[in-house]
């Protein structure tokens, strides 16, 4: 028998209905075996998500404000939602038993008390909702992170799964067998047992390490769309769904503007080349984005198109720089001693440039670079540009395929676009062009009905 773990995220646990259509799901396919939920989200009735309640109790508790009103808030959401479905009130309340206490516990390590708080989110719904799953006669258990051996790195809010996790939780796989597992996602536990949670998002991670550990046949992510579009709806109409693409694509497209999955998700099912499917629980007819390690013979050359704005670039003119021995190094070492990180570093005979998200700079910063590169480099000319947009071209078929890049910048000169810069990454599924930010939509669309 396959082991399928399924992740559904926040808007998929938002309200009484969206708990029945998830319950629905996981009754539909009996290999559906471990069941990874979030903190619910935003829904018609909720205009909060409950992690930003439980984030802004965290606030209030920390600037010595009353935190009483979001407490409320998290135990009557959760309320809402399970009561009406017939869940006992004491079970309801015994869930929420320790957040008192969470909220309670000492400050004095704000990071550490943050991710204690807001993982309560994730740890009280799964609770319930395996609660809800017995009720209906459906055999499930909550399982804890800890008990389980989910550890990570004590980075608070941004922890790492250990090499040993993948080890412990691989015996939740007879636990499977019997019956359902319920495990809440976006934290795990230090080897001190304080609680950490991966970035925001993170239960996506928890369900990738989870299908590792256990070999599933498939991680199933759930959410509110169809799937992954070869172009952001937002700027193509009716954009085309992918129907199948790599892990490579994927990450070249989440890399710029596609967020509808944890960027640190892929990489724990890459390791046993485990597909993830994408899937809408709005939606169960559509067998949205397969996301699988080898490209099929017959799959599109080119998968999507992808943008993203904000972004600025240094440019340095020097003549002989190709033979000055270490520039480049001490260039990107001015970046690194100032705590940034560079997005990309096209160059040519004389000149340089380091492009990066300008969202880190502060005022003072770009004079600061600008006179560390003077000092260091003694360049013959620096030049700076904001409000950079980022266009990508995704796929693994350019390697094999011949005049892609011809027909791209066609595209955008027919649009009317000029390219401020092109750089095709060494692994060459991917063609990213530097634009003007207001010229961001034309390009995406002409470069869209170029390929597609």
């Given at each position: 028998?396959?082991?399928?773990?399924?992740?559904?995220?926040?808007?998929?646990?938002?309200?009484?209905?969206?708990?029945?259509?998830?319950?629905?799901?996981?009754?539909?396919?009996?290999?559906?075996?471990?069941?990874?939920?979030?903190?619910?989200?935003?829904?018609?009735?909720?205009?909060?998500?409950?992690?930003?309640?439980?984030?802004?109790?965290?606030?209030?508790?920390?600037?010595?404000?009353?935190?009483?009103?979001?407490?409320?808030?998290?135990?009557?959401?959760?309320?809402?939602?399970?009561?009406?479905?017939?869940?006992?009130?004491?079970?309801?309340?015994?869930?929420?038993?320790?957040?008192?206490?969470?909220?309670?516990?000492?400050?004095?390590?704000?990071?550490?008390?943050?991710?204690?708080?807001?993982?309560?989110?994730?740890?009280?719904?799964?609770?319930?909702?395996?609660?809800?799953?017995?009720?209906?006669?459906?055999?499930?258990?909550?399982?804890?992170?800890?008990?389980?051996?989910?550890?990570?790195?004590?980075?608070?809010?941004?922890?790492?799964?250990?090499?040993?996790?993948?080890?412990?939780?691989?015996?939740?796989?007879?636990?499977?067998?019997?019956?359902?597992?319920?495990?809440?996602?976006?934290?795990?536990?230090?080897?001190?047992?304080?609680?950490?949670?991966?970035?925001?998002?993170?239960?996506?991670?928890?369900?990738?390490?989870?299908?590792?550990?256990?070999?599933?046949?498939?991680?199933?992510?759930?959410?509110?769309?169809?799937?992954?579009?070869?172009?952001?709806?937002?700027?193509?109409?009716?954009?085309?769904?992918?129907?199948?693409?790599?892990?490579k694509e994927m990450r070249e497209l989440?890399?710029?503007?596609?967020?509808?999955?944890?960027?640190?998700?892929?990489?724990?099912?890459?390791?046993?080349?485990?597909?993830?499917?994408?899937?809408?629980?709005?939606?169960?007819?559509?067998?949205?984005?397969?996301?699988?390690?080898?490209?099929?013979?017959?799959?599109?050359?080119?998968?999507?198109?992808?943008?993203?704005?904000?972004?600025?670039?240094?440019?340095?003119?020097?003549?002989?720089?190709?033979?000055?021995?270490?520039?480049?190094?001490?260039?990107?070492?001015?970046?690194?001693?100032?705590?940034?990180?560079?997005?990309?570093?096209?160059?040519?005979?004389?000149?340089?440039?380091?492009?990066?998200?300008?969202?880190?700079?502060?005022?003072?910063?770009?004079?600061?670079?600008?006179?560390?590169?003077?000092?260091?480099?003694?360049?013959?000319?620096?030049?700076?540009?904001?409000?950079?947009?980022?266009?990508?071209?995704?796929?693994?078929?350019?390697?094999?395929?011949v005049g892609v890049l011809s027909q791209?910048?066609?595209?955008?000169?027919?649009?009317?676009?000029?390219?401020?810069?092109?750089?095709?990454?060494?692994?060459?599924?991917?063609?990213?062009?530097?634009?003007?930010?207001?010229?961001?939509?034309?390009?995406?669309?002409?470069?869209?009905?170029?390929?597609?």
């Amino acid at each position: 028998m396959g082991l399928i773990v399924s992740k559904f995220g926040g808007s998929s646990v938002a309200s009484s209905q969206k708990i029945k259509q998830t319950v629905e799901i996981v009754r539909l396919d009996p290999n559906r075996r471990c069941v990874v939920l979030s903190a619910p989200g935003k829904a018609p009735e909720f205009s909060v998500k409950v992690t930003d309640l439980l984030i802004d109790a965290v606030t209030k508790t920390l600037n010595r404000q009353d935190y009483a009103e979001p407490l409320r808030e998290v135990k009557a959401r959760f309320a809402a939602i399970y009561e009406p479905l017939g869940v006992p009130r004491g079970v309801i309340d015994g869930a929420l038993g320790d957040l008192e206490g969470r909220v309670k516990s000492p400050t004095n390590h704000p990071g550490k008390y943050r991710d204690l708080v807001v993982a309560a989110g994730e740890d009280i719904n799964c609770k319930i909702f395996a609660e809800y799953l017995n009720i209906l006669g459906v055999k499930a258990k909550y399982v804890c992170p800890k008990e389980a051996g989910l550890l990570v790195t004590p980075i608070f809010g941004d922890a790492q799964p250990l090499p040993e996790a993948s080890v412990n939780l691989a015996k939740l796989k007879g636990l499977c067998a019997e019956g359902i597992v319920v495990f809440p996602g976006f934290f795990g536990y230090t080897a001190d047992g304080d609680v950490a949670t991966f970035s925001r998002g993170g239960s996506d991670l928890t369900g990738a390490i989870l299908a590792e550990a256990m070999d599933a046949t498939e991680y199933e992510n759930w959410t509110d769309v169809d799937g992954i579009f070869s172009a952001h709806p937002h700027m193509v109409d009716s954009p085309a769904q992918i129907t199948a693409l790599t892990y490579k694509e994927m990450r070249e497209l989440s890399y710029i503007g596609f967020n509808v999955l944890h960027e640190e998700a892929v990489r724990p099912v890459m390791r046993k080349k485990i597909p993830i499917r994408l899937r809408n629980t709005n939606n169960v007819d559509n067998k949205g984005t397969l996301i699988v390690s080898e490209r099929l013979p017959g799959e599109r050359d080119v998968v999507g198109v992808a943008s993203g704005g904000g972004y600025c670039s240094f440019t340095l003119q020097k003549f002989l720089m190709n033979r000055e021995k270490g520039f480049g190094r001490k260039l990107l070492s001015i970046f690194e001693d100032m705590g940034l990180s560079y997005e990309h570093c096209p160059s040519g005979v004389d000149n340089i440039s380091v492009i990066l998200d300008q969202d880190q700079l502060k005022p003072e910063t770009v004079n600061n670079i600008i006179r560390a590169m003077d000092e260091v480099l003694v360049p013959d000319e620096v030049k700076t540009e904001f409000g950079i947009a980022l266009v990508s071209v995704v796929g693994e078929g350019l390697v094999q395929k011949v005049g892609v890049l011809s027909q791209a910048t066609g595209a955008l000169s027919r649009a009317g676009v000029n390219i401020k810069l092109v750089n095709q990454g060494s692994s060459e599924i991917s063609m990213i062009f530097g634009i003007d930010a207001s010229d961001e939509s034309k390009a995406v669309n002409a470069l869209y009905k170029e390929f597609f």
